[in-house]
Nanobody, 120 residues
Framework: QVQLVESGGGLVQAGGSLRLSCTAS????????MAWYRQAPGKQRELVAA???????NYADSVKGRFTISRDNAKNTVYLQMNSLKPEDTAVYYC??????????????WGQGTQVTVSS
């Protein structure tokens, strides 16, 4: 009922920047929260940043001061601006969202992921 599509990943040198985008489509009455997660090879998926509706953004300690999450509600899109990238930021980045369709709540909707690779 709700689909998330990420874009913007790629290969970048250490110190560089990338901006990820995630657009939600489908039966969306209200976005309750959106977030970015990442999963590096051999590691568990971890929260990178979250932006709940009406709430404060929060970030993993490892990305504070370097990454910024933002949302364009008119476009149902969430962004992740990543600056000063480090090789340890290399991972597949996933968009995640909680939505109200007008009839029901859909929690933990995932996108397909986008690869970010940071070379040293």
């Amino acid at each position: 009922q709700v689909q998330l599509v990420e874009s913007g990943g790629g290969l970048v040198q250490a110190g560089g920047s990338l901006r990820l985008s995630c657009t939600a489509s489908g039966r969306i009455f209200r976005i309750n929260a959106m977030a970015w997660y990442r999963q590096a090879p051999g590691k568990q998926r971890e929260l990178v940043a979250a932006i709940p509706t009406g709430g404060a953004t929060n970030y993993a300690d490892s990305v504070k001061g370097r990454f910024t999450i933002s949302r364009d509600n008119a476009k149902n899109t969430v962004y992740l601006q990543m600056n000063s990238l480090k090789p340890e930021d290399t991972a597949v980045y996933y968009c995640n969202g909680d939505f109200f369709t007008g009839r029901s709540t859909l929690s933990n909707v995932w996108g397909q992921g986008t690869q970010v690779t940071v070379s040293s």
